[in-house]
């Protein structure tokens, strides 16, 4: 032992790193020969026998990376529009047209402080906001994105959806009482009963939905409406679209049912004794929650991904393949893009004049070509496959429900336009004026007490 | 009244902070972690009740609990603090606790000259101080029999109008941020920015004038006042219907103003409540009606008048008072005499033992100063009468039975502002 | 001026009135007993021909001799502002009836009054420190509570201590002691 120690004194810092890099290489080795040869056919085996698994996971993981982005772009998308609303530029700093905020926004949630106050009740401080998150990620697993392209088909798709967003009270109701602060507590109790009491309403909207396609299953209902834009269920029920999507935004704490937040009273809410990623969990949960609420009447009332209208596709590109070419393909594009490149450049110093140089010409040209190419195989792969088209129309019919569910009542106050009912502006009657000031209660005043 | 134990300990030491030295287990002043309980953060007083209505208040009944709103807290007007007691999520009872932002004006104005008093008094309704400074100005002149000239009057009435607009309108935003709208408060202040700018041009100042002198104003009208002034009559009707039908006619807004805090006449007038508030409450008291100063009586306004007494009314009262404040600012324009704007007087005032009463009409209502003279270069007492002070005392009688939701639709219906409440 | 509501003051108020009603610009004035502050408040307040239904201010003032409590009102039957000043209040131990049974408004300005002049308002039941912290002892308005460069007010010890108990003022009755007086009016 002293030996050891004294031979590792004595070594010099290379000789040092090379002495615990060497077995380490070695092990590392033997341990990928072993792996290659025993452990991975195992595993490949083992997963090919149960795909479903396979399947959860890509999903879940597909999911938590999917959660991020959908939150910058919603937090991008409502900095700026009500920035607009309010004659303010919004974030102009970060990134083209301030587009990187977002993710500035996310590193600086990261980089704070992780803080608990005196007297919280720190495990279940600590997984509140864990609990929330999951809950709501934890939907997305039933929302079918595009033929083929979902989490999980269950059959109880839709109660799987109610019970996790009933889960998501848990986490608020835990973030409240373990928080030791009356606000945090009152926001928490608020929110119970909100979405509880909204659950209600929420779930027995889509009874008629699930009779008319015969099943929960979230993929069934969305095939159940094929067809145009006028097999949508919102046409068959109305009013139950109107009641889930007054409900759902009530589920999603937006306003004007954001009492679980109301700032000017109990200050934030659950939130109010969170900070940094611990509040930045509650924060994502909060905009993934508006993703799945709009995502779900789209998929529940507006045909999830099919088509609006009679969509004669996916075609058949097989002719391509009759032309035999093959790997040619690839030569072809090049050809295409150096040709391509060369006329769009003339076409710019055509039109363009003398100030167009001959390279800022061509990386125009390149630019435009470049952008012809990429949509026309965008445009292919969009004729070919229909998980292209589907995630397309999803995203699209989603992304406007997000809109409207986001930009809410307390910043898009509506310009006047009409009159309100009942609220002419009139002085009072002038009668008032000439009305003598007398107190018409005389026996309210007691007589004084000598209380000292 | 059951007795209440009187607490001795302090705030509680962080379980990881280090103890210090002297600190030992018995001493009173250091609280163990495991001690903490809801408790400790409870606003009870660490000393015997006073009063009557302290120990009233500060005794819980069953399933009630207390809760500090304030002095930190993102609604209450500046450093107000109200402990609620509350029953689940109403409001059982109110103590407004003041004094945060106490600066003993009244005393330093006893140690001032009268032309320093000027100065002193005006961050005390900061967001409309030409008020303050007037009823200072309008109680020396009574105490020195000063005459002012014609034009520093009308001079006064329409940089005053002015900024009741400025205040009035920030006001309406300030309510309906209360509310939960974002959005009115900063057309608020696009149209405040423009008559504090326009007044910047006359006084030097944004914020804090010091413009009132006693005899007259300091300093004419200047070609730049007038160029923005005209520059903004010619859309302030036009702009303040539309702020004011920004919210008139949202509909949340509305319903979550209508019926809330309702002051009848009889309880406004007791309370000797001032201002926009009393005329919510029917009660048409205006100081500039009621008691005619500098050239009010030669302008053409109504006193605009409610009956409902509750939130709504108050912020419709204010609506309808920026339309008068127009008129008025319109009259000024084409009345305004020439000659000069400052009546000739010595350079260290000694006025005459003697006391007067002068009171204005401020936009929170009845501005008032009361100023002693014992013949010395500075005022014997100077009593300020501030609006606020007393419309916020309705706040107790007015929240009890509300929900949580609506205190700062309230107290925010009231218009406090607490430079001028704590003094 | 208004020279009937001072005819009406003297019919109503003969026996509480101490002195002669003043009349300046447009404010009327007159001098109660402490003891009467009630009694007057509530025929101001209530007789037919006065009606002050407006209570526009209470203050508390010190005169370096004795403490007054001023009340300013409003009525519509009069142009002028009514001051009621109850006067002579002792030094050391101001009282004075609340005015909180006819304008419950009175509570807060009598507790400001307290606060600053530490004049005790017999009837109001919340008579507590409003400005001040609750164990503050000094009462800053009166006229020994100097000011740290109050030094050329001062007996000539320079800086004097800014705060002290409430104790007998004593040096209210050493003219040396430079406290200011109201002149003898």
Request: hydrophobic share 45%; proline share 7%; aromatic share 10%.
């Amino acid at each position: 032992m002293t030996f050891a120690v004294r031979t590792w004194d004595r070594m010099s810092p290379t000789a040092r790193l090379t002495a615990i890099l060497v077995p380490l290489a070695l092990l590392l080795a033997v341990a990928t020969v072993i792996g290659v040869l025993v452990v991975v056919p195992a595993t490949i085996n083992f997963l090919g026998a149960n795909l479903p698994l396979v399947r959860f996971g890509v999903a879940v993981v597909g999911i938590l990376v999917l959660t991020i982005p959908t939150a910058f772009v919603l937090i991008y998308m409502e900095l700026k529009i009500i920035a607009r609303m309010n004659l303010r530029v919004g974030p102009n700093r970060i990134g083209p047209w301030g587009a990187a905020m977002s993710l500035v926004h996310g590193f600086k949630v990261l980089s704070k402080e992780d803080f608990a106050p005196t007297g919280a009740d720190l495990p279940v401080f600590t997984l509140a906001p864990v609990v929330t998150f999951l809950a709501s990620v934890m939907t997305l697993l039933v929302v079918p994105f595009a033929p083929g392209i979902f989490g999980q088909d269950f059959n109880i798709g839709l109660l799987f959806f109610f019970a996790m967003g009933g889960l998501s009270v848990l986490g608020l109701l835990m973030a409240g009482w373990a928080s030791f602060n009356k606000y945090s507590l009152l926001g928490g109790l608020r929110s119970a009963a909100q979405i509880v009491s909204y659950e209600i309403p929420l779930t027995v909207s889509v009874v008629g939905v699930v009779i008319l396609a015969g099943t929960m299953s979230t993929n069934s209902i969305v095939l159940a409406q094929r067809g145009s834009a006028l097999d949508w269920f919102v046409f068959k029920q109305p009013l139950a679209a109107l009641i889930f999507f007054i409900a759902a935004t009530a589920e999603a704490n937006r306003t004007p049912f954001d009492m679980t937040e109301a700032d000017s009273e109990i200050v934030a809410g659950f939130a109010t004794e969170y900070s940094g990623m611990r509040f930045g969990f509650f924060f994502f949960a909060e905009y993934v929650n508006v993703f799945i609420v709009s995502a779900l009447i789209t998929t529940v009332f507006f045909g999830g991904w099919t088509a609006p209208f009679n969509w004669p596709w996916p075609y058949n590109l097989n002719w391509l393949d009759a032309w035999s070419i093959g790997i040619l393909w690839i030569p072809i594009a090049g050809i295409v893009l150096f040709v391509g490149t060369d006329i769009m450049a003339a076409v710019v110093r055509l039109l363009g004049g003398k100030a167009w140089t001959a390279p800022s010409a061509f990386g125009l040209g390149l630019l435009i070509t470049g952008a012809l190419m990429t949509a026309a195989v965008g445009l292919a792969l969009f004729i070919a496959f229909d998980w292209v088209q589907g995630i397309f129309w999803f995203m699209a019919k989603t992304y406007v429900f997000v809109f409207i569910v986001r930009l809410d009542a307390r910043h898009a106050a509506p310009r006047p336009g009409g009159s309100a009912d009942g609220l002419r502006l009139e002085m009072a009657p002038a009668r008032i004026a000439s009305q003598p000031l007398r107190d018409g209660n005389r026996r309210d005043h007691p007589e004084p007490v000598n209380a000292r | 009244m059951p007795p209440r134990t009187t607490r001795t300990t302090g705030r509680a030491t962080r379980s990881a902070a280090p103890r210090p030295p002297h600190a030992s287990e018995d001493d009173p002043r250091i609280m163990l972690d495991r001690e903490i309980s809801s408790d400790l953060y409870d606003p009870v007083p660490p000393y015997p009740t006073q009063t009557e209505r302290e120990a009233e208040f500060y005794t819980r009944g069953d399933g009630e609990m207390f809760l500090n709103v304030g002095p930190h807290h993102p609604a209450t007007h500046g450093v107000l603090r109200l402990v609620l007691k509350l029953s689940g999520e109403q409001v059982v009872d109110v103590d407004p606790v003041l004094g945060y932002l106490h600066r003993g004006v009244e005393k330093i104005c006893e140690n001032s000259d009268y032309y320093h008093v000027i100065d002193q008094v005006d961050p005390l309704e900061y967001v409309s101080s030409l008020f303050q400074e007037w009823a200072a100005v309008l109680a020396f002149e009574k105490l020195m029999d000063v005459e002012v000239p014609a034009r520093a009057e009308w001079i006064r009435v329409l940089s005053g109008e002015l900024l009741r607009i400025s205040s009035h309108t920030l006001f309406m935003g300030f309510l309906a941020l209360d509310l939960g709208g974002l959005t009115p408060i900063l057309y608020s202040f696009i149209e405040r920015d423009e008559i504090v700018e326009m007044l910047a041009a006359l006084t030097g100042a944004r914020m804090l004038f010091n413009y009132f002198r006693i005899g007259g104003v300091n300093g004419d009208l200047n070609h730049e006042f007038l160029s923005r002034l005209g520059d903004w009559m010619s859309r302030a009707a036009k702009q303040t219907e539309a702020n004011a039908g920004l919210l008139n006619e949202n509909e949340i807004f509305v319903r979550r103003a209508r019926g809330v805090g309702v002051l009848s006449r009889e309880m406004a007038l007791r309370y000797g409540v001032t201002g926009g508030n009393l005329r919510a409450s029917g009660v048409p008291f205006d100081v500039r009606r009621a008691h005619p100063y500098s050239v009010y009586p030669a302008l053409d306004f109504n006193v605009p008048t409610r009956l409902e007494g509750d939130a709504l009314a108050r912020y419709l009262i204010r609506v309808d008072e920026v339309r008068e404040s127009i008129k008025i600012i319109d009259q000024c324009l084409h009345n305004m005499p020439d000659g000069p704007v400052m009546a000739k007087l010595p350079r260290l005032l000694r006025p005459h033992p003697g006391r007067a009463w002068g009171a204005v009409e401020g936009p929170r209502g009845m501005l008032g100063v009361y100023a002693i003279s014992d013949g010395s270069d500075q005022p014997f007492r100077f009593r300020i009468h501030d609006p606020s002070f007393v419309n916020l005392e309705t706040v107790p009688a007015l929240l009890p039975g509300n929900l949580l939701a609506d205190t700062m639709a309230i107290v925010s219906s009231l218009d406090p502002v607490m430079g001028g409440i704590d003094k | 001026m208004d020279r009937n509501l001072k005819r009406r003051l003297e019919a109503r108020l003969e026996a509480q009135l101490r002195g002669p009603i003043r009349q300046r610009q447009d404010e009327t004035e007159i001098r109660i007993q402490p003891g009467d502050v009630p009694d007057v408040l509530r025929t101001l307040h209530d007789a037919v021909d006065l009606r002050f239904e407006i209570l526009a201010d209470l203050a508390g003032v010190d005169t370096g001799e004795h403490m007054q409590v001023v009340y300013h009102l409003w009525s519509e039957t009069s142009p002028d502002w009514l001051r009621v000043i109850a006067d002579g209040l002792s030094r050391d131990d101001p009282r004075c009836p609340s005015a909180t049974f006819l304008w419950t408004g009175a509570e807060w300005l009598e507790r400001e009054a307290y606060d600053m002049f530490g004049i005790v308002f017999e009837g109001n039941r919340d008579l507590r420190r409003i400005f001040m912290p609750p164990d503050y002892t000094s009462f800053p308005l009166r006229k020994d509570f100097l000011l740290p460069d109050d030094a050329a007010r001062s007996t000539g010890e320079g800086v004097r201590h800014v705060e002290r108990s409430h104790a007998p003022a004593v040096v209210a009755d050493d003219p040396a002691a430079g406290v200011r007086r109201a002149p003898a009016s």
